[in-house]
């Protein structure tokens, strides 16, 4: 069964889990409006189906906290997991030529693919293109949104977070390839400066990035 087969409440709880990495059954009641009863029934589903999982913390000498998260298997729920057939293939690649061969043929895939996005976004203000790269990421089945923050010397600046990886498995064995979406952004919004603020690959539970206009 896939996640978008859940009810929607259950769904809500993965993709709420998805984004804030863990959360209490009350914290969960609270943000999705729904009584602590309920929310304690579907995460009884949920962890009988292998789909979440959870840790006991106790602080002091009061009752313990249980801090629920997805499993392994509740990440792969997400859709965007490649099968095997692409890890194979770069596995194959690699090991039939020289390093630095391999790497520029990396870099010429992501170069192409910056230029689609660059193409695709066009011209306009910030937060079009800034919009239209999120909407790019979400047709690639990365759970992508943006929001602005605080503008600096008078110039607008957005956060985009991505809370899962559509390219994960590929970027366990290869995690260049996923080292290379900085980069990408950067083209992608020409004119922009792009920071990176979180990054999976360093064991962070999204990826995030600050963009802003160039003086």
Same mark, same amino acid.
């Given at each position: 069964?896939?996640?978008?087969?859940?009810?929607?409440?259950?769904?809500?709880?993965?993709?709420?889990?998805?984004?804030?990495?863990?959360?209490?059954?009350?914290?969960?009641?609270?943000?999705?409006?729904?009584?602590?009863?309920?929310?304690?029934?579907?995460?009884? $589903?949920?962890?009988?189906? =292998?789909?979440?999982?959870?840790? !006991?913390? &106790?602080?002091?000498?009061? @009752?313990?906290?249980?801090? /629920?998260?997805?499993?392994?298997?509740?990440?792969?729920?997400?859709?965007?997991?490649?099968?095997?057939?692409?890890?194979?293939?770069?596995?194959?690649?690699?090991?039939?030529?020289?390093?630095?061969?391999?790497?520029?043929?990396?870099?010429?895939?992501?170069?192409?693919?910056?230029?689609?996005?660059? $193409?695709?976004?066009?011209? =306009?203000?910030?937060?079009?293109? !800034?919009? &239209?790269?999120?909407?790019? @990421?979400?047709?690639?089945? /990365?759970?992508?949104?943006?929001?602005?923050?605080?503008?600096?010397?008078?110039?607008?600046?957005?956060?985009?977070?991505?809370?899962?990886?559509?390219?994960?498995?590929?970027?366990?064995?290869?995690?260049?390839?996923?080292?290379?979406?900085?980069?990408?952004?950067?083209?992608?919004?020409?004119?922009?400066?792009?920071?990176?603020?979180?990054?999976?690959?360093?064991?962070?539970?999204?990826?995030?990035?600050?963009?802003?206009?160039?003086?």
């Amino acid at each position: 069964m896939t996640a978008t087969q859940h009810p929607s409440t259950k769904q809500d709880i993965l993709n709420y889990l998805l984004k804030q990495s863990k959360a209490t059954a009350q914290e969960l009641a609270e943000s999705l409006d729904i009584s602590p009863q309920a929310t304690r029934r579907h995460l009884k $589903d949920l962890q009988e189906e =292998g789909l979440i999982e959870h840790e !006991v913390v &106790r602080v002091g000498m009061g @009752r313990p906290n249980y801090f /629920y998260r997805l499993s392994s298997a509740g990440r792969a729920q997400f859709p965007g997991r490649y099968d095997d057939f692409a890890v194979s293939l770069l596995g194959t690649l690699a090991d039939s030529i020289d390093k630095k061969q391999f790497n520029d043929i990396l870099r010429k895939q992501w170069e192409r693919k910056a230029q689609e996005y660059r $193409d695709r976004v066009g011209t =306009g203000s910030l937060a079009d293109r !800034v919009a &239209r790269l999120v909407e790019l @990421r979400q047709a690639e089945g /990365y759970m992508a949104e943006y929001h602005p923050i605080e503008a600096e010397n008078g110039l607008p600046r957005y956060i985009i977070t991505e809370y899962n990886c559509a390219i994960s498995h590929i970027a366990e064995t290869f995690p260049t390839v996923c080292g290379h979406e900085l980069e990408m952004f950067t083209i992608a919004l020409e004119g922009c400066q792009v920071e990176r603020t979180h990054w999976m690959v360093g064991g962070e539970h999204q990826c995030g990035y600050l963009v802003r206009e160039h003086p």
